[in-house]
């Protein structure tokens, strides 16, 4: 039985409040380091999809997805919004997939979420497996001090049938990063509000450590770019690394 995501009580309220935020800050960091990239009609893998939110981009710009996510929740309003995408239940730690993709993309520091620094290569090792030779990885990691420059004070939002309350803390010690996200919502039809409450941990990594997993699973051609540099705002970009790296070999259809 898979264990449950701490995103699946907090699903709907992932997918509403956070919609609109990643994709347009980072879309020209996007734009030069992968979508330049990779022709329309190429295979890419989504790792840790989520609820859909570059994967509706990537889909748009014609290319053949397949979303791979440990969320059940998150899962299942990824696909009610695009059901001609093939999603996938699975922890990225463990991918088994039965085809090689020309492209695989993860976005929103997703791997941060992995608490380990062997769980982290066996993420990289398995999407090396899934690539086709000279296929391309890009994805983004938060520093240190991504984590430290949280306020440690709650934030929340406020609507007519939800509001949302989150907070982040980080240990020094550990490295572990902390998101409480407590969510009210108003049930249909009456005055009667559900109470839901998770707790998200990231791990967050050196950026040489991040290069060396890279380089030992066998990826080449391996770059690390400060978001701020790649044109994202520093409310987002701040502490954010943008890793690519490629299997070897090439295409032959290069």
Same mark, same amino acid.
């Given at each position: ?27 020209? %960091?996007?734009?030069?380091? *992968? *979508? ?15 609820? #859909?939110?570059?994967?509706? /981009? ?8 397949? #979303? ?15 059901? @001609?995408?093939? *999603? =996938? ?5 463990? $991918?088994?997939?039965? =085809?090689?993709?020309? %492209? ?16 982290? =290569?066996?993420?990289?090792? #398995? !999407? ?8 391309? &990885? ?10 430290? @420059? ?12 939800? !509001? ?19 969510? &009210?919502?108003?049930? @249909? #039809?009456?005055? $009667? ?7 998200? /941990? /990231? ?5 040489? /450590?991040? !290069? ?11 770059? %690390? %770019? ?29």
């Amino acid at each position: 039985m898979p264990k449950p995501s701490p995103y699946d009580p907090i699903a709907g309220l992932y997918h509403d409040l956070w919609a609109d935020w990643y994709l347009p800050a980072t879309r020209r %960091a996007l734009e030069t380091l *992968f *979508f330049s990239q990779i022709p329309t009609g190429a295979s890419v893998l989504d790792v840790c999809c989520g609820s #859909g939110h570059v994967t509706r /981009e990537l889909v748009r710009r014609g290319y053949h997805v397949t #979303g791979v996510d440990a969320s059940t929740e998150l899962l299942a309003r990824a696909r009610a919004e695009l059901p @001609a995408v093939d *999603f =996938r239940m699975m922890d990225a730690r463990h $991918l088994i997939l039965n =085809r090689e993709y020309d %492209a695989a993309l993860s976005t929103f520091d997703s791997l941060n979420h992995v608490l380990s620094l062997i769980g982290l =290569r066996q993420v990289f090792a #398995g !999407v090396l497996k899934a690539l086709k030779p000279g296929g391309l &990885f890009v994805f983004d990691m938060n520093l240190e001090e991504a984590y430290l @420059a949280d306020l440690k004070q709650w934030s929340v939002t406020a609507r007519d049938e939800d !509001v949302s309350l989150v907070r982040g803390t980080y240990d020094t010690a550990t490295k572990i990063a902390s998101t409480e996200l407590i969510w &009210f919502k108003r049930q @249909a #039809g009456s005055d $009667l509000w559900e109470r839901h409450r998770s707790l998200v /941990e /990231e791990r967050c990594y050196k950026q040489q /450590e991040v !290069v060396q997993a890279l380089a030992e699973t066998g990826f080449v051609s391996i770059e %690390a %770019a400060a978001a701020t540099d790649c044109g994202v705002a520093a409310d987002l970009g701040y502490g954010r690394i943008f890793y690519s790296g490629r299997r070897l070999g090439v295409r032959e259809d290069a």
